[in-house]
């Protein structure tokens, strides 16, 4: 597809801070932040623990055991055979919907909370180098049918160098309360990285897929996204992991294979998020799936909840639409790239803001156990 001028108002501020957290993706020495009190997660019925929460979803108190007994019960299994994924069914895949948060029982608790203006996304430009490699589309069997949305490549602190870890967010892989794991979940890092994947055009598997298809193996969502339905306040826990491997059984880590890997900021003091850079693959009208765009926040994000006992989410203006769900947001500090967020919810008809949750303690339970334990 030929490089668009979509969305190319000039925002001079946006565009340096956007060229900024390009040029440091590449980085992925580990950072770490503050652990600051903001809520947890909550827990299905079914899960005994140790103590009483103390607040609405609150983990707390759960140990290494109770975590492993959430991912025993939620038996995620993914078997999808080798080439299941052909450029023609990616090509045909439709966005899968970011869900729509509700506007009337949105909560602000802050002056700075009416949704923010919208911000045109603009097109990442071909070929993409190597520091947008970490972000790619995820492919999935819905209950609908195909859909995809973006990922990204994250530092996994036990195995530094060899991450095979992915985050997105938990409506890309699981259903939410009373539903299961949606199938055939695959991540393609890099997508479409020299444009040539445009409709009505020639293009080898090569092309679309610069860095080969990789097969969710094991997954890990919120257990408050696993026990919670509908709209609203789970969306504030609305983040998910998978561990990877490669199609071709060549054994190499993905981080290896795309050159590099972004380490997640939890518990991010929120003085020090003073602007945001999402990224993802939007696939809705206007949008065909084919191009990595991103929104430049040109402010420090705005701070919705649903629920005020739960940690307020990030909100920024972005006309990006379904498919883009998943999609790090990204800081730069101390000079090097940290994932904050991911996409979640947002606005729709039109496309104005996209909002994501703050990842804070059980967000990092959740990873932290992930990392160590689920091979």
């Not at 970490?134 to 209950?143: D, E, I, N, S």
């Not at 870890?165 to 890099?190: D, Q, S």
């Not at 071709?248 to 939890?266: I, K, M």
Request: aromatic content about 8%; glycine content about 12%; overall charge positive.
């Amino acid at each position: 597809m030929p490089h668009t001028t979509r969305g190319r108002a000039p925002r001079r501020r946006a565009a340096l801070a956007g060229a900024a957290v390009l040029a440091a993706l590449t980085l992925t020495a580990t950072a770490c932040g503050p652990d600051r009190a903001g809520g947890g997660a909550g827990a299905p019925a079914t899960l005994a623990r140790p103590a009483p929460p103390t607040g609405p979803g609150d983990l707390a108190g759960w140990k290494v055991e109770d975590w492993a007994r959430f991912v025993a019960d939620s038996a995620f299994g993914n078997e999808v055979p080798p080439g299941s994924w052909s450029r023609a069914r990616m090509e045909a895949t439709k966005g899968r919907s970011v869900p729509e948060a509700p506007r009337a029982a949105a909560q602000g608790d802050t002056p700075q909370d009416a949704p923010p203006a919208a911000v045109p996304a603009q097109a990442q430009p071909h070929p993409y180098g190597p520091a947008a490699a970490v972000v790619g589309r995820l492919f999935v069997t819905a209950p609908e049918g195909d859909a995809a949305c973006s990922g990204t490549v994250v530092s996994d602190p036990a195995n530094p160098g060899r991450s095979n870890l992915v985050y997105t967010a938990a409506h890309c892989l699981h259903e939410g309360k009373g539903g299961t794991w949606l199938r055939n979940i695959t991540f393609v890092p890099g997508f479409n990285r020299d444009g040539q994947a445009a409709r009505g055009k020639p293009y080898t598997d090569q092309q679309v897929a610069p860095y080969g298809q990789w097969t969710a193996v094991r997954a890990l969502v919120s257990p408050t996204w696993v026990k919670e339905s509908g709209s609203g306040a789970h969306s504030q826990y609305d983040y998910g992991i998978i561990r990877v491997r490669d199609e071709d059984g060549s054994g190499r880590s993905l981080e290896e294979t795309v050159g590099g890997s972004v380490p997640v900021w939890f518990n991010a003091p929120r003085e020090q998020i003073t602007s945001a850079i999402s990224y993802g693959y939007p696939a809705e009208k206007p949008f065909d799936g084919m191009e990595l765009d991103h929104c430049d926040a040109p402010a420090a994000p705005a701070r919705p909840s649903f629920d005020r006992a739960r940690p307020p989410m990030y909100a920024i203006g972005c006309t990006m639409t379904g498919g883009a769900g998943g999609g790090g947001w990204f800081i730069v500090k101390d000079g090097k790239p940290n994932l904050i967020s991911v996409n979640a919810t947002g606005s729709r008809n039109p496309a104005g803001y996209l909002a994501g949750p703050a990842l804070q303690d059980q967000a990092k339970q959740a990873f932290e156990y992930f990392s160590k334990n689920v091979r």
